[in-house]
């Protein structure tokens, strides 16, 4: 064995050894690293009201409720992770990308009526769509973004705005509510 | 085992071929113009498709935009890393002196794309999000990558003997190489405010090609532009270094200059 080899195996070791050690260390860790406890996490042990937490999953269709209580907006909404619900209440402005169906991170307590958020995260998914797209999704009945993640990239990825617009444009004029309610899902 | 010894010395002989520092000068200006040249026009053709005339996201708006810059920018600060860890690979156990030089010079580089990606993140994060930043597991894992390379730009400089310098950032940038598998795969290994990859190597890209198009050609193009970066600075630093030997050693000048030069 020549001593370039041998110091090739000493790093090859050393790396691994390394590795080793980061990987059983993120394990251990791996209960803080998350960013977010979902809602049935927060159901099964509710944390101490006093202790901040933030609560991850998608907010759920139909359960939003906006009010005014002099200038501050609060908004009322459930959080769902697919298996439990839990009910937000927050005062302030959300985030532009709030809707129903959009994940969302709220930071704040578990009270005994519910979620108090002290702030709102949007939680954009990895789906990069021109508009035109997915209103012709939405449109063919293939996707209610409210609902959920849209259909396999595979089927719409290569469609075209120009393709979209076809799609779109033989009831664009008597379906003219159709773009208007589109953004009040927000 | 018996096939490793000859595997390792065959290595070495072929990476001693392509790194002699006359030869590397004489391929390094040859490739130059090939990378400088189509890494300027891929990224002005792929930042102008992206910026101005791919369609906008239809949740995102024009913020998606900037997509095109955080992205390449994003990949090449692991991609950076991975140049670093080889070149540490190759000083520790082939006392390669252009991989030395080569590391010298990367490590800047990366820190400044590390950088770019983590102030595009940021201010894409801010209205989509709705925060600038926050310690999840892909951005704190991308400020470690940051911070490796500043300690990486430190530790090669700071002694007064350079090959000290070369092995200790060679261990501190194997060691930091830890972070990269982390980074890669810490969206889909805890949950994070950050999305996963729009871009798998199993599935077809969660993105409309109208988007990918440009995006791969930014990227494309910043890689170039990363690559000829590195290899202009690398080249400075070889010539530097047989200045300095041919000034440290009056008597040996002329043709054998070459053959000691880093």
């Known amino acids: 064995m020549t001593r370039k080899t041998r110091r090739l195996w000493l790093v090859i070791a050393c790396v691994a050894c390394l590795g080793a050690a980061a990987a059983l260390m993120l394990k251990a860790f791996s209960s803080d690293i998350v960013f977010f406890v979902t809602p049935s996490q927060v159901l099964a042990s509710a944390p101490p009201a006093d202790r901040t937490v933030r609560l991850g999953g998608m907010v759920v269709a139909g359960s939003v409720k906006r009010e005014k209580q002099g200038e501050t907006p609060i908004a009322r909404f459930d959080v769902t992770d697919g298996q439990a619900a839990v009910t937000v209440r927050y005062e302030g402005i959300l985030p532009d990308l709030f809707r129903e169906g959009q994940s969302v991170v709220a930071v704040g307590t578990m009270q005994k009526d519910g979620f108090v958020a002290s702030e709102v995260l949007a939680k954009h998914d990895e789906t990069y769509m021109p508009k035109e797209v997915a209103e012709a999704l939405k449109k063919s009945g293939k996707w209610d973004p409210r609902f959920g993640a849209p259909p396999s990239a595979a089927s719409w990825n290569s469609m075209t705005v120009q393709d979209a617009k076809k799609d779109l444009a033989p009831s664009a004029a008597p379906a003219t509510p159709a773009p208007a309610s589109a953004p009040a899902g927000n | ?262």
């Not at chain 2, 490796?148 to 092995?167: C, E, S, T």
């Open chain 2, 1 to 262: 085992m018996s096939a490793t010894p000859t595997l390792v010395a065959r290595a070495g002989t072929f990476f001693h071929r392509y790194a002699n520092p006359g030869r590397f000068l004489k391929l390094g200006a040859r490739l130059q113009p090939w990378l400088t040249w189509p890494a300027l026009l891929l990224t002005l053709a792929g930042l102008g498709w992206g910026l101005f005339f791919s369609p906008a996201d239809w949740q995102q708006g024009d913020s998606v935009r900037i997509m095109y810059v955080h992205v390449p920018a994003a990949m090449l600060a692991s991609a950076g890393y991975a140049g670093l860890a080889l070149c540490a690979v190759l000083s520790l156990v082939w006392r390669h002196p252009l991989a030395d030089l080569a590391a010298v010079e990367i490590g800047p580089v990366g820190a400044c794309i590390t950088a770019l990606c983590l102030a595009t993140g940021s201010l894409w994060g801010k209205p989509m999000w709705g925060t600038w930043w926050v310690w999840d597991a892909r951005l704190t894992s991308v400020l470690v990558l940051f911070f490796l390379y500043l300690g990486h730009i430190a530790l090669i400089r700071a002694f007064d003997d350079p090959q000290r310098g070369y092995k200790a950032a060679a261990i501190l940038a194997l060691a930091g190489a830890v972070d990269l598998p982390v980074i890669k795969f810490s969206v889909q290994w805890w949950n994070t405010l950050h999305q996963p990859d729009s871009i798998t190597l199993t599935g077809a890209p969660t993105m409309s090609s109208s988007m990918l198009w440009p995006l791969a050609l930014s990227t494309l193009g910043f890689s170039l532009g990363f690559a000829a970066i590195v290899l202009a600075r690398t080249r400075a630093a070889v010539m530097e270094s047989r200045i300095r030997s041919l000034l440290s050693s009056p008597r040996r000048r002329g043709g054998s200059a070459s053959g000691d030069a880093a």
